[in-house]
């Protein structure tokens, strides 16, 4: 079955600054995947998702890159903001959605 | 417009009881999940049903009966509580099933077994 990583349990990240997490799957045939954003006391919110043929996709102040090679994708969050904090998920599909860890995003001002 | 909702938000309990959570979505989905989250937030899929047909099922104990009387419900039963029980449990529904569709979720049920 899928195994989903993420490189970071914590990210903190400055106001403004960009932040980046990263995360890893093993199953070469998965064709999609979503990022997600989960707050306290909620549920997982979706921010973006990508299929297995894009490498790039962009939303509000968010981009996901994919790299099939390595099976590695990342989400990008541009000029972070303090409702940016939260748990983050990468979620990859193969017969299921395989959640990642989370990284846990603070901003500090 | 809540577009998945689950009931209770909270619900505490005794090791041994019975217990149900309902979930429903507004969102004219056919696809139904049931989530389990742990202490550590890992997010682990149960259950899930399309047109209210079990479609997956992932080695969760039988005291867990899933009960899907229409596409826009599905409710989770569950016997014979146990400590490892405590949770977080969340409904999620997606368009289609084994399609690539975001899946929406509930802002979940904590379960805490006394």
């Known amino acids: 079955g899928e195994s989903v990583g993420l490189h970071l349990p914590t990210l903190s990240v400055q106001e403004g600054d960009n932040s980046i997490i990263n995360c890893a799957y093993s199953?070469?045939?998965?064709?999609?995947f979503i990022w997600y954003k989960q707050e306290s006391g909620k549920g997982p919110q979706f921010i973006i998702d990508?299929?297995?043929?894009?490498d790039k996709r962009q939303g509000q102040r968010v981009t996901v890159l994919l790299n099939k090679t390595v099976k590695h994708l990342s989400l990008q969050i541009a000029a972070t903001q303090p409702g940016d904090s939260a748990v983050y998920f990468c979620?990859?599909?193969?017969?299921?959605?395989?959640f990642g860890a989370g990284t846990t995003v603070t901003v500090r001002a | 417009d809540t577009a998945v909702s689950q009931t209770p938000k909270y619900l505490v309990t005794q090791m041994g009881n019975d217990k149900s959570i309902k979930c429903e979505q507004n969102?004219?989905?056919?696809?139904m999940y049931w989530y389990k989250q742990d202490s550590k937030k890992f997010l682990k899929i149960m259950f899930s049903?399309?047109?209210?047909?079990?479609?997956i099922n992932e080695t969760v104990p039988n005291r867990f009966s899933p009960k899907s009387p229409d596409k826009a419900h599905l409710n989770l039963h569950i016997n014979s509580l146990e400590l490892g029980d405590s949770a977080v449990y969340f409904c999620?529904?997606?368009?289609?099933?084994?399609?690539?569709?975001?899946?929406?979720f509930g802002d979940g049920t904590r379960l805490s077994i006394l």
């Open positions: 990508i299929r297995s043929n894009m």
């Open positions: 999620a529904s997606s368009q289609g099933e084994g399609e690539r569709q975001p899946q929406h």
């Open positions: 199953n070469s045939a998965s064709d999609y």
């Open positions: 049903y399309n047109n209210k047909e079990l479609i």
């Open positions: 969102l004219g989905h056919d696809t």
């Open positions: 979620a990859v599909f193969d017969y299921k959605l395989s």
